[in-house]
T-cell receptor
């Protein structure tokens, strides 16, 4: 079964608000990824993290790879309507690159 | 820039029928992965290929499932004698492995299977 816990499971926010979500594991992984999935589509890569402690930004998105290699967070600043969707964290290790996904965080923007 | 493509996008079949899905990876990518995603869950790994060699299969991949990548390019996933529990989104992803460094996986749009 899946080893990743994502929280929160869902978020209801107003446009313009900042968003924070996180992902934790009971095991160490050396690659952490954040994907976004729209209904009926495949996951789209947002940010990839390969080094413990690494903080990486992609536009309004910022993600950090925890120093213990057992967690990561994703922040979205000044949310806009197209941010709606399900956000997944995923992990892998070098030499065994199959991805293990979290259970997802569903983001909804309230008008 | 052509990404990963999958065909068909949707498939409805009756229980007991066989179905086959196709995935065309990004052209220079040598690794190809299959995942299955059920409603409300994240994708789960099924199997992957490096070039034409199938290197790992999940225990989720029962005997009714078979995957091939005959020339190291496109891949097919066949499900024989489908069951209602096979209803899911089947996702394909590809990546490039070279010199121990792997580029991350890029996903296709998926094939949604409904078994009646």
């Amino acid at each position: 079964g899946q080893q990743l816990n994502q929280s929160p499971q869902s978020m209801f926010i107003q446009e313009g608000e900042d968003v924070s979500m996180n992902c934790t594991s009971s095991s160490i992984f050396n690659t952490w990824l954040w994907y976004k999935q729209d209904p009926g589509e495949g996951p789209v890569l947002l940010i990839a993290l390969y080094k413990a402690g690494e903080l990486t930004s992609n536009g309004r998105l910022t993600a950090q790879f925890g120093i213990t290699r057992k967690d990561s967070f994703l922040n979205i600043s000044a949310s806009i309507p197209s941010d709606v969707g399900i956000y997944f964290c995923a992990v892998s290790n070098f030499g065994n690159e199959k991805l293990t996904f979290g259970t997802g965080t569903r983001l909804t923007i309230i008008p | 820039d052509t990404g990963v493509s999958q065909d068909p996008r949707h498939k409805i079949t009756k229980r007991g029928q066989n179905v086959t899905f196709r995935c065309d990876p990004i052209s220079e990518h040598n690794r190809l992965y299959w995942y299955r995603q059920t409603l409300g869950q994240g994708p789960e790994f099924l199997t992957y290929f490096q070039n034409e060699a199938q290197l790992e299969k999940s225990r989720l991949l029962s005997d009714r499932f078979s995957a091939e990548r005959p020339k190291g390019s496109f891949s097919t996933l066949e499900i024989q004698r489908t069951e209602q529990g096979d209803s899911a989104m089947y996702l394909c992803a590809s990546s490039w492995l070279a010199g121990g460094y792997q580029e991350t996986q890029y996903f296709g749009p998926g094939t949604r299977l409904l078994v009646l």
